[in-house]
């Protein structure tokens, strides 16, 4: 976060509540910077999952939602 203000990567930040390698919290702090800087960015929550998103409708949202990602800012 020191160096946020020189962020202009599109990122797509990535969290579970039940992962608990990182808080929540940092997730949200990026995004939020990121938002603020106005550098392109989207936040995937999962409340109900860990490190691993394992459940099936979560999953296939995480693909489809990463996937789309990926055709939009890697040509």
């Known amino acids: 976060m020191l160096h ?4 202009k990567t599109p990122t797509l930040v990535i ?3 039940r992962d608990y390698r990182l ?3 940092e997730g949200l ?6 938002q603020r ?3 392109p960015s989207r936040m ?7 490190h691993w998103v394992l459940k ?5 949202f995480w693909y489809k939602t990463f996937l789309d990602w990926l055709a939009l800012y890697v040509k």
């Open 23 to 25: 808080d929540v919290s």
């Open 29 to 34: 702090q990026l995004f939020t910077a990121l």
């Open 56 to 60: 099936p409708q979560n999953a296939q």
């Open 44 to 50: 995937l929550y999962f409340p109900d999952e860990g």
């Open 4 to 7: 946020i203000k020189n962020a």
């Open 37 to 39: 800087l106005n550098v």
């Open 15 to 17: 969290h579970s509540q």
